[in-house]
């Protein structure tokens, strides 16, 4: 079974600041990494995702995810965090590259809440 | 394209009603996917279907039940509501070609059961 682990339900930072949103994975088999954000009373919009191949991807809004399969992470950041950045953040795992019964089921992670201070 | 629709937005039910919520998607995806969502716990899978006139079980699906008769439009019945069943509903669909899984979403829909 797969499961997702997002490192702090709330993390706060100060315009222009780092962005560092944490997440751990299991897997019992090759995974398909996403990062998806929500913005209050909306859908998910995905930012970004890994399948094969560059280990470091970008997504939309400067975000960018680096997936390292020793520390089974996919941590997401951004170098300088904007107000409109405020939002939930959901990291999800599929067994996308084992095909057969995964059906691209996701698992997500329980969400991190993004707040920008001026 | 309209992408992915859901119906109605919002919704209050006494216990031991009953309702369907119905999903629309207008991109020909084989792959569809109901999704409640709960403050601290993410979104976790209620049922899932990949293809017209077959669904699956997730990983809560007691207390709901869905059809795909038709591949666009994938519906959530809740025959009798409980309290518990409060929840934001997502659903999601995902083209089977390819492969990559990108999951694309609805807007969501509120459900409160008093």
């Known amino acids: 079974a797969q499961s997702v682990t997002q490192l702090g339900s709330h993390v706060s930072v100060s315009e222009g600041a780092l962005v560092l949103l944490r997440c751990n994975y299991s897997?019992?088999?090759?995974?398909?990494l996403f990062w998806y954000v929500q913005y209050p009373n909306q859908g998910l919009q995905l930012l970004l995702k890994y399948t094969t191949g560059a280990t470091l991807v970008k997504g939309i809004n400067g975000f960018e995810a680096e997936f390292k399969k020793s520390e089974t992470s996919f941590h997401l950041t951004k170098p300088s965090a904007h107000m409109s950045d405020a939002a939930e953040y959901f990291c999800a795992v599929s067994e996308g590259g084992a095909g057969g019964t995964s059906y691209g089921k996701l698992t997500f992670g329980q969400g991190t809440i993004l707040t920008v201070h001026p | 394209n309209a992408g992915v629709t859901q119906t109605p937005k919002f919704r209050v039910l006494k216990t031991g009603q009953s309702m369907t919520l119905l999903c629309a998607q207008d991109?020909?995806?084989?792959?569809m996917y109901w999704y409640r969502q709960d403050p601290g716990m993410g979104l976790r899978l209620i049922h899932y279907s990949v293809g017209e006139g077959t669904t699956a079980k997730g990983e809560v699906p007691d207390g709901y039940n869905v059809s795909r008769l038709k591949k666009q439009n994938f519906l959530l019945g809740l025959e009798s509501a409980a309290p518990s069943q409060t929840s934001v509903y997502f659903c999601a669909s995902t083209p089977m070609r390819g492969q990559t899984y990108e999951q694309y979403f609805g807007p969501g829909t509120r459900l409160t059961v008093t």
């Open positions: 897997s019992s088999v090759p995974p398909y």
């Open positions: 991109m020909n995806h084989e792959y």
